[in-house]
């Protein structure tokens, strides 16, 4: 795949990353050889460690851009101040087991003994309108994305420090010993991971504005790349 950005900027895998900003400004709709400008909807997949600033990201990029979250669906009942359509789309297990044989879920995994999925007209509903999606996910679920989805655009976002990471994680000092152990192997898993994205995008504390700024730019440029094939669930 094609490196892109200079100067650090977030760069194309492909090799060894050098998470940054994005080495230039883009241009104008890039253009076809017959001259058609390409300016299809675009699929985001968005992960990266817990707590690195994934929500507080796409709340900032649905407020600017009208971008699409997808929400996933789960057989669970609501905690705390969560809310049906936001959080997720809290079902009953009878009907998510229903939606299962109907084929209706795009992918979809018991989690820790909850069933959770994301329904297909979450990503075809938005792109049929002409809308990007973004796909908010952990590790496990963008390698399922990555089989799952043409055209789409992986972006992993990281903090600034992969120490303070760790430390953030076992200075919690909420978590029995089991679950900080769980949460430590997620977090190294994710940063196994970073190498197999199109970008990585830096959440620096207290720029939030920064972060959101370099995916919106990753998301206009790509959606007027020429090359990419359009965005679309494969089977
Ligand atoms: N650039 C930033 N600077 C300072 N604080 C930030 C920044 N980005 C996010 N935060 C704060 O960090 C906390 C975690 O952010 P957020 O919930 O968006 O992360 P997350 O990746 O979605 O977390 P989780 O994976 O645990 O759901 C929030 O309190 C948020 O306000």
Known sequence: MPRRGRDGGARRCGGRLVPGVLGRPAG?????????????PLVVVLHGPSGVGKDSVIAELKK?????????????????????????????????????????????????GDLKGLERSEIEGPLAEGRDVIIRTDVQGARTWRKKLEGAVFIFLMAEDREALRAQLVGRGSEDAESLARRIAALEDELDDIENNDYVVINRHG?????????????????????????????
């Open 64 to 112: 600017r851009l009208g971008i699409h979250r997808a929400t996933s669906s789960t057989n669970r009942a609501p905690r705390g101040d969560e809310r049906h359509g936001v959080d997720y789309y809290f079902i009953s297990d009878a009907e998510f087991r229903q939606k299962i044989a109907n084929g209706e879920f795009a992918e979809w995994a018991e989690v820790y």
């Open 28 to 40: 104008g709709h890039l253009r076809r050889g017959d001259g058609a400008v390409s300016e299809k």
């Open 207 to 235: 720029r939030l504005e920064e972060a959101v700024n370099e995916i919106a730019e990753i998301i206009r440029r790509e959606k007027a790349n020429p090359n990419r094939p359009p965005a679309r669930l494969i089977g």
